[in-house]
């Protein structure tokens, strides 16, 4: 059964930094498109950072580019985020995703190309 379990949440103050981890079992992310999306109270679950082998490229909406960066750890089968400058705005549920085979980063991130993995979320609040 395939899981994927977010971490790293939490409460930071506006300007704080956080770094989330997404770890995959019975699942091999390697060679896989994968990205994090947010859910704020109230709105749609947007995608925040997405990753792809497919078109070797990172996509970050504009509201997050050049604070927040995805990475990942093959060896431990593991996607982070780090998210820096943190802002109020940020608050929300964190999840983690696997893409469509063949998705492209920005495609998986807006159109929410994804597979129906989805973990419980890692809660991110942003309050001074």
């Known amino acids: 059964q395939v899981q994927l379990v977010e971490s790293g949440g939490g409460l930071v103050e506006p300007g704080g930094s956080l770094t989330l981890a997404c770890a995959a079992s019975a699942f091999t992310l390697d060679n896989h498109a994968v990205g994090w999306f947010r859910q704020a109270p109230g709105k749609e679950r947007e995608g925040v950072a997405c990753?792809?082998?497919?078109?070797?490229?990172?996509y970050y909406p504009d509201s997050v580019k050049g604070r927040f960066t995805i990475s990942r750890n093959n060896d431990k089968n593991t996607v982070y985020l780090q998210m820096n400058s943190l802002k109020p705005e940020d608050t929300g549920v964190y999840y983690c995703a696997v893409g469509w085979q063949n998705v492209y980063a920005r495609t998986m991130c807006v159109l929410e190309k994804v597979l129906g993995y989805w973990g419980q979320g890692t809660q991110v609040t942003v309050s001074s």
């Open positions: 990753d792809s082998p497919n078109d070797g490229m990172r």
